[in-house]
């Protein structure tokens, strides 16, 4: 090879991506392959996943090229070939997204699924001749320093003598799980001086401009308020449900490796305009033409219900509501490097509206 070839060599970013089946994931490839990259992509089902998100992406005017390969998380090396192995050692980034976003999941569950990526992960990265950047989608809870205060997390040196169990008694499977990834992530990272991002995003709705969502929650919430069956509003007046669109958090997400300033940072990613939860119910309810309730009813007394066994007869899964929070999130870097990237928020009133108009028609043609 000579050496105009090498430096172009060299210049070429190719991003592994986990979770590119899932809602983030599939505009996290647009934006991926929008900005120059050659993505690989790990699927579970390839033979049906693979042709879906060519579809998706077709219908938004992105062609590119992607190359699928069959894993998965759960297992040793992910289970790959030795020919995906042999590619992913190409690699420049890594686009984590995979895991398993599941309410009531035991710890058993949780962990087997959302930790046992992270040896490979690592791995990968450390053996990647060009490597770049690993690239972590984590939570928004994990960045509330006075939650870490209150459960021993404030600061977290040795995440392995840390007694995880405590954290999936209170948070549950899914939520804690995220807590034990991210730390154990972060520090072994560090330790073996690989570069790193973490974005940490809010509740992720729908894209800004269109409304498209694919949610599970957010259809179920809609589908409850279109039928009336939402007899109170959890949490308090002053409690907000942070949020962030999905195609502005995969252009945030994808923008970050062009600048070395951003190595090594956690970035809270929420709209610091997020509507109080009433305001935002209300705002669904206008674009499903309903009304919403308006007496209240502590997210205490819905956790504790779900304790003793009774959240089966509960209108909504409780576990979410451990996003809805009073807390005032510190996202001053964040907004300082998405102006450095001339990134333009999005509008909260128009965002909200459009996706209200998008579940409506779901949940009408699903009733």
Not at 220 to 226: F, P, R
Not at 286 to 303: H, Q
Request: proline share 6%; aromatic share 10%.
């Amino acid at each position: 090879m000579g050496l105009y070839q090498e430096c172009l060599g060299m210049d070429k970013k190719i991003a592994f991506v986990t979770g590119a089946s899932g809602f983030i994931g599939h505009w996290v490839v647009r934006e991926l392959l929008k900005n120059d990259f050659e993505v690989i992509a790990l699927f579970r089902n390839p033979e049906v996943q693979f042709p879906r998100i060519k579809t998706w992406l077709g219908s938004r005017g992105v062609n590119s090229p992607i190359r699928a390969v069959k894993g998965d998380l759960t297992q040793p090396d992910f289970a790959l070939e030795s020919d995906a192995l042999e590619a992913l050692s190409s690699i420049t980034h890594i686009f984590h997204l995979g895991g398993s976003m599941r309410w009531n999941m035991s710890r058993g569950e949780a962990r087997g699924v959302n930790l046992a990526p992270l040896s490979t992960l690592v791995t990968l990265a450390k053996n990647a001749v060009n490597f770049q950047r690993f690239v972590q989608f984590s939570g928004f809870m994990i960045r509330n320093f006075a939650l870490r205060e209150e459960i021993g997390l404030a600061n977290c040196p040795r995440p392995a003598e840390y007694n995880w169990n405590q954290l999936y008694r209170r948070f549950g499977g899914y939520e804690a799980s995220k807590f034990e990834f991210h730390f154990k992530l972060v520090n072994q990272l560090q330790m073996l001086k690989i570069p790193y991002t973490v974005i940490h995003p809010a509740s992720v709705i729908g894209d800004s401009e269109s409304g498209e969502v694919i949610s599970e929650d957010l259809v179920s919430l809609a589908d409850v308020l279109y039928r009336k069956k939402l007899p109170a509003i959890p949490g308090r007046r002053q409690d907000v449900m942070p949020l962030i669109p999905v195609d502005f958090l995969a252009r945030f997400a994808v923008a970050i490796t062009s600048s070395d300033e951003t190595e090594g940072e956690e970035y809270v990613l929420l709209d610091p305009r997020s509507p109080d939860l009433l305001t935002f119910l209300e705002m669904l309810g206008k674009g499903l033409g309903v009304k919403v309730p308006r007496r209240r009813v502590p997210i205490s007394w819905l956790m504790l219900l779900m304790k003793l066994g009774f959240g089966r007869w509960l209108p909504l899964p409780v576990e979410p509501l451990a996003f809805v929070t009073n807390y005032s999130f510190d996202t001053s870097n964040t907004e300082r490097i998405a102006s450095h990237l001339q990134l333009q928020w999005p509008c909260p009133e128009s965002y909200i509206a459009h996706m209200a108009l998008y579940l409506r028609e779901q949940v009408v043609l699903s009733n």
